[in-house]
C-alpha cells in the first residue's frame, strides 16, 4: 500500500476514500483479448470448461465475470467457487453483452505496474498447479480461481495509482522512502489490508479469498508458528511431532485455501529473489503442507516458473518481467543493483564492508549441515563453505585452511577473492598441534589482526601467514574439535579496519561450527 504518512485519525476515511474508488473501478482488457473472448463465445464447437479455460487466460476479463455473477450470488446468499458455476449464472447472453462492455485499451497504454501484477497473478496460478493439483485434485477449479484473483484488488489499486507498486517493488529491493519510518510503512500495510479485505467482500470474490486474508489478519499468531515449524526442515520427523501436539495448528496448515496463500507468496517473492528469506518461508511451508523436502518443493516452484514463463511470454512477448529469467543466475547476482562509479579524482576512502545477505548465508550454512553430507568431494564442501562467508556474510577475501595430519601441518584448502587465488591455496601454516601457535588460535573463537598485533605477536605466528597478511585488518576464526585445531578461516575486506561487527563476528563462528558439522558428516559418508 501507499507509504504516504496518513494524517491523524484519517485511516478511516482514507480506507473508505479508496473503496468507493475501487468499486468504481472497470478495469481494462486489450482489443485482442475482447475479439479472442467474443470469438470463442460464439463458437459452437466449445464446451463450457473450454470456454472458461480461455477466459483464466484473460484475468481481468475473470475478474468481471466473478463480480456481474457475485452481485446475482449475493442476492441468493451463495458463493461463487468456480469460474464455470459464474458463467452458469450469468448465461451465454449476458456473458457476451458483459465481455462487449469491458473497457479496451492497447497493452502499450496500460500501465507497466498494472501489467506486471497481473503477471504476478497468472504465475501464482502457475505455482498452484504445479505444487497443490494433485494433493487437491477435486479442488483445482475452486483453487485456480481463487488463486488467480487474490491478488485482484491490488490490480484496481495499481492501475489507479502505479506509484504504490513501484514503492513496494523499491523497498523490497532495499530501499526505503524518503522520511517514512518503518513503524509508519507497517501501520500502512495493516490499513491496506483491510481495505482490500473489505473490497474483496464488495465484490463477493470467492471465500477461499476471504479465508487466505484472514490467515494474513486474524490468524497470523498461528501462521507465524507453522512458519517456524517448516523452518526446520532438516528434522521431518520433530516437524510431525509438534504438529500432531498442536492440533489447532494442524487443522489450520490443512485447509486447502491455504493453498492459494502459499502459491502467491512464492510468486510475490521470485518477482524479486529466488533466494531470498520470503521466497523460502513460502517453499518451507508448502513443503509441511504437502509433506515433502524443501529441495522438492523448489524444483517444482522452478518448473512451474518456467511453464508459466512460456505461457505469458507467447501470449505477451516481451511486456512483463519472468521471474523464470533469473533461475540461471547465481544466488548473490543483483543486476538492479548498479554499482557507484567513483571519479577517477575522488581519494581513497576505506571500503565498508559488504551487506549481509542473512537468507543466502542460511541457505549455505543449512547445507554444510546436511544429513547425509550432499558433497562427493571435499573441493565441493569447501567451496560451499567459502561462499557462505564471501556471499552471504560480505566478506571479500577470505580462505580456509585444513589440519593435514600426514604433513602435520595447516594447508590453505580453497580461497576465493584474491587475485592469484592458486598461489595460496596449498600454503602450509604451520603445525596447530602441541605448538604455541596451535595454543594461542584455540585460545579464542576469533582473532582480530591488524599490524600492530602482527608486530606484537611477532615469531608467534607462521612466516608464510606474516607473507599472506594483507595491509588491512583480518580476522583469524580456528574450527576446533576436541579442544583440537581442525582448520583456519581468514577473512578480510581490503581496506576495512575493522572488519566484523558483532553480527558478522556470530555469523563467522557459526559458520565455522557448520564447517566442523560437514566435515565430520562428510568423514562418516558411506
Known sequence: MSTAQPKPNGNKDLIGSLREKLNATALPITPAQRQDLLAQLNSDMLSLGELTLHIMSVPVAALHICRAAGEAARN?????????QA?????????????????????????????????????????????????????????????????????????????????????????????????????????????????????????????????????????????????NANDPQDQQARLDSDRELYRWLTQPANSLLMATGIALGAHHNWYAIHTLRWQQLSALYLGCSVDQTQQISHESAVNSARVQHQASPGQNWLPAMSLPWPADYAPTQEPTAKPASAPASPTPAAPIRPERWRQLCLTLNAQPTPFNTLSELLECALKAMHDGLGLQQCWIALFNGKAQQLLVGAALGFASEQKIVGTRLGNPRGSSW?????????????????????????????????????????????????????????????????????????????????????????
Open 76 to 84: 441468493r446468499d451463495v458463493d461463487i467457487l468456480t469460474l464455470e
Open 87 to 231: 458463467c452458469n449464472l450469468l448465461g451465454t447472453q449476458r456473458l457476451a453483452r458483459l465481455i462487449e462492455g469491458i473497457p479496451v485499451v492497447d497493452a502499450e497504454q496500460l500501465p507497466a505496474a498494472y501489467r506486471q501484477l497481473i503477471s504476478i497473478s497468472e504465475h501464482a496460478v502457475s505455482q498452484a498447479h504445479g505444487l497443490f493439483s494433485q494433493r487437491i485434485a477435486r479442488l483445482w477449479h475452486e483453487m485456480s480461481l481463487a488463486t488467480l484473483l487474490f491478488l485482484s484488488p491490488l490490480w484496481a489499486l495499481t492501475y489507479l495509482k502505479p506509484h504504490i507498486f513501484e514503492q513496494w517493488d523499491a523497498m523490497n529491493r532495499g530501499v526505503l522512502p524518503a522520511n517514512v519510518s518503518k513503524r509508519q510503512i507497517a501501520e500502512t500495510t495493516a490499513a491496506g489490508f483491510t481495505l482490500i479485505q473489505q473490497v474483496a467482500q464488495d465484490w463477493w470474490l470467492p471465500p477461499w479469498i476471504l479465508q487466505g486474508y484472514r490467515s494474513m489478519n486474524s490468524s497470523r499468531r498461528i501462521m507465524v508458528k507453522a512458519l517456524h515449524i517448516a523452518r
Open 438 to 526: 596451535g595454543n594461542w588460535l584455540a585460545s579464542d573463537t576469533c582473532h582480530h589482526l591488524d599490524n600492530a598485533e602482527l608486530t606484537r605477536l611477532g615469531p608467534l605466528l607462521p612466516g608464510a601467514l606474516r607473507s599472506m597478511a594483507p595491509d588491512s585488518a583480518f580476522e583469524l576464526v580456528p574450527i576446533l574439535h576436541n579442544h583440537q585445531v581442525l582448520g583456519l578461516l581468514f577473512a578480510c575486506n581490503p581496506g576495512n579496519q575493522r572488519l566484523l561487527d558483532q553480527q558478522r563476528q556470530k555469523a563467522m563462528m557459526k559458520t565455522a561450527n557448520c564447517i566442523l558439522n560437514a566435515l565430520l558428516n562428510f568423514k562418516q559418508r558411506a
